[in-house]
Nanobody
Framework: QVQVAESGGGLVQAGGSLRLSCAAS????????MGWFRQAPGKGREFVAR???????YYAESMKGRFTISRDNAKNTVYLQMNSLKFEDTAVYYC?????????????????WGQGTQVTVSS
């Protein structure tokens, strides 16, 4: 089993940057695909990005060029660097782990979830 916990959220002005971290427990972290999702008030959970155990990345179209996902297997940590933030990026951001992912865009593909971290972008 893997437990994940997000950190790094906060309040930022539009155009600013934040880096989210996701710390995972478990000695098999390196074998998991890791994803980031977000959920804005009144909306469903939205896929942001995924990184495989080998470092292959995949982004939601609207995040490409602004968000960067990375992982440090030695630290059992996944990161989400968010630049050029917009008001509409305001959401709770969740980290998730999956043993096997067919389509990374679907939250049902992921087995373990964190509690989320709030990101608020002021306009």
């Amino acid at each position: 089993q893997v437990q994940v916990a997000e950190s790094g959220g906060g309040l930022v002005q539009a155009g600013g940057s934040l880096r989210l971290s996701c710390a995972a427990s478990g000695h098999t972290f390196g074998s998991y695909a890791m994803g980031w999702f977000r959920q804005a008030p009144g909306k469903g959970r939205e896929f942001v990005a995924r990184i495989t155990w080998s470092g292959r990345v995949y982004y939601a179209e609207s995040m490409k060029g602004r968000f960067t996902i990375s992982r440090d297997n030695a630290k059992n940590t996944v990161y989400l660097q968010m630049n050029s933030l917009k008001f509409e990026d305001t959401a709770v951001y969740y980290c998730a782990a999956a043993t096997k992912v067919q389509d990374p865009r679907f939250s049902t593909e992921y087995d373990y979830w964190g509690q989320g971290t709030q990101v608020t972008v002021s306009s």
